[in-house]
């Protein structure tokens, strides 16, 4: 008999059928005669109860059927009366195919998600874990249905690269040096390594994205991505996966549109098709979840540019509100900034425009204009648009590209970037340039806010952070 998911199980009306289901057991209860057993597969966050009368069964067998231990049933389908579900399973044969030992890690209700980060190879199989990991599925698909349907291609760009896209030096080295042979030696001769030349993770397929958006009109990235930075928050992790669209011929307004139509479609495909594992995220992690997504997703963005988001935060110091760092014109916002931005002052999701050339990288477009604050004007700005969100801060980073060749070589060159490393990148401005535009999304960050879960390192099966790199 082919087995049945429990999904798909729940669904059914056909008493009296004979079923095969297999999974694992999440609790036992009962009486001496007979055993309740919530048995779960993954495929839901719901269980099936499977019923089993004590003297049809080995009793050796019943002491094996604990939680976390993993079962096969054959059974009648049977309507119930008081699981909290349509339909159970009352059992005619039980396998064991996997028993589970009293040390099992996630035996208890109730751990702390540090606890469960020190056996992240076997938290999966709890029910908050399982309606992430159901989530960010569901996120991935409706990432790839955005932008098919609008006719974006799927690019995918290299993961070793020998250039640093954010110019933030945060790279993890890629070699098949001898670190040891080296140390003894005292010399590093690159001509020796893998690739003949320094090589490292990628920070960002951008780049490589912009050759394929001035080829093919638009195209979209979603992959892993790599940062050394050695930051320790709920925000940050070493290894996370982004996606990064990359659009020809789109300006500024475009850009933004894009970007909040983005974002809302996924959250509008989770409430559609994720309503059970939010219900269970909402009841369990986070109250008020769902009514967070449900305004993201009527709400209309602020569109902010920096200046006025200045002029906005130093009005409320002189009201009164204190900040643990300053904020004047040119210093990058902290997150309190953002926060207050955000969730005190427009109380709604927040695209902050027109930055300082300073604090941006290099590939940014230069505003023509130099903005006024409080009267005075200031230096340069680009048109980086960061999409700043509630509980989650920056969500999303992108820009119009500077296509001017004289003036991105300006950049570059100001900069100190090795231009050695970016002569195929100018190749775009060189040979038909053309005015583009995109963005990256922290796919991490996306399911933080759709989850309602406080920490990164819950949202991915194995995250990645200094120090850890376990499972
Ligand atoms: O703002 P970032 O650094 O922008 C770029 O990398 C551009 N090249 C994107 C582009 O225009 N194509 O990163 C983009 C997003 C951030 O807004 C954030 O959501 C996420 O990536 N991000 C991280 N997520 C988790 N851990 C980290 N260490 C992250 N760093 C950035
Ligand atoms: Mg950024």
């Known amino acids: 008999m082919k087995r049945t998911k429990v999904i798909d199980l729940l669904a059914r009306r056909d008493f009296g059928a004979d079923v095969l289901v297999k999974g694992w057991v999440r ?99 709890t029910n908050t874990f399982g309606a992430v990991m159901r989530i960010r599925h569901n996120m991935a698909i409706a990432i790839h249905k955005f932008f098919h349907e609008r006719g974006f291609f799927y690019f995918n760009t290299p993961l070793i690269t020998a250039s640093d896209c954010e110019g933030a030096g945060q790279m993890f080295q890629v070699t098949t040096l001898d670190l040891n042979r080296i140390a003894k030696s005292g010399k590093v001769d690159y001509d020796d390594d893998f ?15 912009e050759l394929g958006a001035t080829a093919l009109g638009a195209i979209y990235t979603f992959g892993p991505t790599f940062r050394a930075e050695n930051s320790n928050t709920p925000r940050h992790l070493s290894e996370f996966w982004m996606i990064e669209p990359e659009i020809s011929f789109m300006d500024l307004d ?67 509100h204190k900040f643990e760092f300053p904020c004047e014109w040119g210093d990058d916002l902290a997150s309190e900034h953002e926060r207050f931005l955000v969730e005190e002052y427009f109380r709604k999701p927040v695209i902050m425009t027109n930055y300082p050339k300073a604090i941006k990288a290099f590939y940014m477009k230069i505003d023509a204009e130099k903005p006024v604050c409080n009267g005075k004007v200031m230096e340069e700005t680009v048109q980086g648009t960061d999409v700043l969100f509630p509980q989650i801060g920056e969500i999303i980073g992108g820009s119009v590209r500077e296509e001017n060749y004289d003036k991105l070589m300006g950049e570059i060159k ?58």
Request: negative net charge; aromatic residues 10%; charged residues 25%.
């Open 27 to 125: 609790t036992r209860r009962g009486s001496k005669a007979v055993s309740f057993i919530a048995l779960n597969d993954g495929s839901t966050i719901k269980n099936v109860q499977i019923v089993a009368d004590s003297d049809r069964f080995d009793e050796e067998l019943m002491k094996q059927i604990t939680t976390g231990a993993c079962i096969s049933v054959n059974g009648k389908i049977v309507e119930s009366i008081g699981s909290g579900q349509a339909v159970e399973v009352h059992a005619d044969n039980i396998e064991l195919l996997g028993a589970c030992p009293a040390d099992y890690p996630m035996q208890k209700k109730g751990q702390s998600f540090e606890y469960m980060r020190q056996y992240a190879h076997m938290r999966l199989r």
């Open 254 to 320: 475009e850009l933004m549109e894009l970007e909040e139509d983005f974002i809302k479609y996924c959250v509008r495909w989770a409430l559609e098709n994720c309503a059970d594992d939010l219900e269970f995220l909402n009841n369990m992690i986070d109250k008020g979840l769902v009514e967070r997504l449900k305004s993201v997703v009527d709400t209309e963005f602020v569109h902010l540019p920096y200046t006025k988001g200045i002029e906005i935060l130093q009005q409320a110091i002189r009201d009164g």
């Open 414 to 471: 100001s900069r100190n970037i090795p231009m050695k490393d970016m002569w195929w990148y100018l190749d775009t401005r060189k040979f038909g340039s053309c005015p583009h535009a995109g963005f990256g999304l922290g796919f991490e960050r996306l399911i933080l806010f759709v989850t309602g879960m406080q920490n990164i390192r819950d949202v991915i099966p194995f995250p990645r952070t200094p120090r850890t790199a376990e499972f």
């Open 195 to 209: 690739f003949g030349k320094p090589a490292s993770l990628t920070v960002s397929g951008q780049l490589e994205g």
